[in-house]
Each structure stands twice: as structure tokens, then as C-alpha cells.
């Protein structure tokens, strides 16, 4: 079994700030790639931002310029410090691992169950 839990969600006023958290658990031995994705209220999920284990990184047009994606291989945690938040940026955040290697199998994507973020004016 593999586990995404994100943290760091919450409620917060346009232009302000918030980091997002994600960490994995499970027989884990390595993870090819993690990262974001957002969906807003009716709409399609998009992606935010993915980082490899090595260390590349993919930005979608989400949050471009204002978002930063980072690492902790060692605890498979993955993180998203989102900036200057704009009230288009209000969505579901959710964790994505590709590429899991376990004890048992090499698979994915795994989601976890997001987040919340909300900007308010």
C-alpha cells in the first residue's frame, strides 16, 4: 500500500502565502516522480508541478512564476510554496507519485486525497 497525505491547505487572503506539504508512506523504496495538480470548481485536474527523483522539474501553467516545487527524497515528501496567491489559484491540491518502487511492485500514479486552498480577496 502506498499513502499520500497532504498538509498545508487552508484559507488564506489574495497576495498572502501558504506551503504545502505532501508525504508518502508505505513499503517505499524510491519514487520516480512526485508532484501537484490542482482542480478547480468545475473544472478539468491540471497540473501544478512535478519534480523528479533526480531533480527536473515540469511547471504547468498553473501558478507559473509564483509556485516552487522542492523535494526531501529521503522522506519522500514533496512540497509546493505557492506565493502571491490569486484568487484563481482557489482548487483542490492534490499529491501525485509516479514511478513508486516497493517491496511488492513498481507502480502508479497515486493520488492522495487533497487539499484545500481558498483565497480570499
Known amino acids: 500500500q502506498v499513502h499520500l497525505v497532504e498538509s498545508g491547505g487552508g484559507l488564506v487572503q489574495a497576495g498572502g502565502s501558504l506551503r504545502l506539504s505532501c508525504a508518502a508512506s508505505?513499503?517505499?523504496?524510491?519514487?520516480?516522480?512526485m508532484g501537484w495538480y490542482h482542480q478547480a470548481p468545475g473544472k478539468e485536474r491540471e497540473l501544478v508541478a512535478v519534480?523528479?527523483?533526480?531533480?527536473?522539474?515540469k511547471y504547468g501553467d498553473v501558478g507559473k512564476g509564483r509556485f516552487t516545487i522542492s523535494q526531501d527524497d529521503a522522506k519522500k515528501t514533496v512540497y509546493l510554496e505557492m506565493n502571491s496567491l490569486e484568487l484563481e489559484d482557489t482548487a483542490v491540491y492534490y499529491c501525485?507519485?509516479?514511478?513508486?518502487?516497493?517491496?511488492?511492485?513498481?507502480?502508479?500514479?497515486?493520488w492522495g486525497q487533497g487539499t484545500q486552498v481558498t483565497v480570499s480577496s
Open positions: 501525485y507519485a509516479a514511478g513508486v518502487v516497493t517491496t511488492e511492485f513498481y507502480g502508479g500514479p497515486f
Open positions: 508505505g513499503s517505499i523504496s524510491s519514487i520516480n516522480v
Open positions: 519534480i523528479s527523483r533526480t531533480g527536473s522539474i
